[in-house]
């Protein structure tokens, strides 16, 4: 081998060889990020996650595998999801999941970026928060799913006072930190006046204001109480079930998750639904979908769950038509 020694050429196709497989993987595309932004918890969402996993899934993406996801909680401190926001538009996300109550992440997310892709679950009308131009054609960088929790206020109010039609005085639980729940406490005030009924509001919007809400609420003697569409209020559901049970207070709530941790009764649309179909809307932008022409979203399904366990616990006899109206009666 002329000009070299053979050990030398050895040495060389060695080095090489080595090289060649750092170059390959400096070719090979990055993986993509999601940027999962929410106003809860994560420990208590770890069920939603496995929906929204799941879904993902289903659209080809696996985390770790060929998808990774960068997570921002806000632990129901709304004032921080502003800067979680602004993080990930910094970490370059392909696209930002923004959940949780009124849409506050989804305004957060949209305020941070007019570029990167965002499916949100909100809460609130998507138009009057200027997440989107339409719900037919989003027309902006997001679409999502509209959950309408909070616009269901009136009817789960009614809904308790067939339950505990003798209930002269109903409680109801609010965040205070929730946008939407001035509007909440309207549509309250509206339903109650419409079956005659008073209503005591108490407000919390941390734990260690929990204890005090309920002890304001049993001092109006109240017969009933209705906890207020929040995902922190979801996040700590347990808790506040467990304190309804504790004061003997008949109680109604927006999700499923309230009655199968032991609350009486709950009506809502299924929050499983709205984390599965982000999913698939983060799968399809992922794989070139522009979000502009991605429609919003909107609930068909309400569930009404009634626990016989928990009204039996309080003496209360459920009418069998309500039981049949019920999508799930708890045994």
């Given at each position: 081998m002329p000009g070299i020694r053979r050990r030398e050429f050895i040495s060389l196709l060695g080095g090489a060889a080595a090289i060649w497989p750092l170059a390959a993987r400096a070719q090979?595309?990055?993986?993509?990020?999601?940027?999962?932004?929410?106003?809860?918890?994560?420990?208590?969402?770890?069920?939603?996650?496995?929906?929204?996993?799941?879904?993902?899934?289903?659209?080809?993406?696996?985390?770790?595998?060929?998808?990774a996801i960068e997570y921002r909680w806000a632990d129901g401190q709304y004032d921080r999801l502003p800067s979680l926001a602004i993080d990930l538009v910094r970490r370059r996300v392909a696209v930002?999941?923004?959940?949780?109550?009124?849409?506050?992440?989804?305004?957060?997310?949209?305020?941070?970026?007019?570029?990167?892709?965002?499916?949100?679950?909100?809460?609130?009308d998507p138009i009057k928060a200027g997440l989107v131009a339409s719900v037919n054609r989003p027309g902006g960088n997001a679409t999502g799913f509209i959950q309408l929790a909070p616009l269901l206020e009136g009817k789960r109010?009614?809904?308790?006072?067939?339950?505990?039609?003798?209930?002269?005085?109903?409680?109801?639980?609010?965040?205070?930190?929730?946008?939407?729940?001035?509007?909440?406490?309207?549509?309250?005030?509206?339903?109650?006046r419409s079956v005659g009924r008073q209503v005591h509001v108490a407000t919390a919007s941390s734990e260690d204001e929990f204890d005090a809400a309920f002890t304001s609420l049993v001092r109006q003697r109240i017969g009933g109480l209705l906890v207020a569409a929040d995902s922190y209020f979801n996040s700590r559901r347990e808790q506040l079930v467990a304190l309804a049970a504790r004061h003997a207070l008949p109680a109604i709530y927006e999700w499923r998750e309230f009655s199968a941790a032991g609350g009486l009764m709950s009506y809502g649309t299924r929050i499983t639904d709205a984390y599965h179909q982000v999913a698939v809307y983060c799968g399809r932008i992922l794989r070139g979908a522009n979000p502009a022409e991605l429609p919003v979203v909107q609930p068909t399904k309400f569930e009404l769950v009634i626990n016989l366990k928990t009204a039996n616990a309080l003496g209360l006899t459920v009418p069998n038509a309500m039981q049949l109206l019920a999508d799930e009666v708890i045994e």
């Open positions: 090979q595309p990055a993986m993509p990020v999601i940027g999962f932004l929410s106003s809860a918890s994560a420990g208590p969402a770890a069920y939603l996650l496995d929906v929204f996993r799941q879904g993902l899934s289903e659209s080809g993406y696996i985390e770790g595998q060929n998808i930002i999941v923004a959940t949780g109550a009124g849409g506050v992440a989804a305004q957060a997310a949209k305020r941070a970026t007019s570029t990167i892709p965002i499916v949100f679950t909100s809460a609130i109010l009614q809904l308790l006072h067939e339950l505990v039609p003798n209930a002269a005085v109903i409680g109801v639980l609010f965040n205070p930190t929730n946008p939407s729940a001035e509007t909440q406490t309207a549509d309250v005030r509206a339903a109650a």
